[in-house]
């Protein structure tokens, strides 16, 4: 990804896409202490995104951090309830 988010709108898109879909699918290969300055660099710059005027980067990076609550829940070991009571929280998945 570019260092400035304007640079290159469709390569912004795909990697805050791309780094999406990693974290929902294997959080715990992103959240490794060996990537955290990779993490941080992207954190950053989908914040950098957040702020600048592109719509379609900026939509993408907003997707992303709605969904970080959830990722960090998955990937502590708790998970949600219910999405209507965000405050319930179990430590397993219920099974049927």
């Known amino acids: 990804m570019p260092e ?8 912004s898109v795909n990697g805050i896409a791309f780094v999406d ?3 929902s699918k294997y959080p ?10 990779l993490l941080e660099f992207f954190f950053l710059f989908s914040i950098k995104v957040l702020d600048g005027n ?19 829940l998955r ?11 965000p405050f319930v929280l179990v430590t397993k998945l219920p099974t049927t």
């Open 4 to 11: 400035e988010p304007e640079a290159d709108t469709e390569i």
């Open 21 to 23: 879909r990693v974290m």
């Open 28 to 37: 715990h290969v992103l959240f490794h202490p060996h990537h955290a300055p």
């Open 54 to 72: 592109e719509p379609l980067p900026k939509a993408a990076a907003a997707e992303f951090w709605v969904s970080l609550p959830l990722y960090l």
């Open 75 to 85: 990937f502590s070991g708790l998970y949600l309830l219910s999405h209507h009571n």
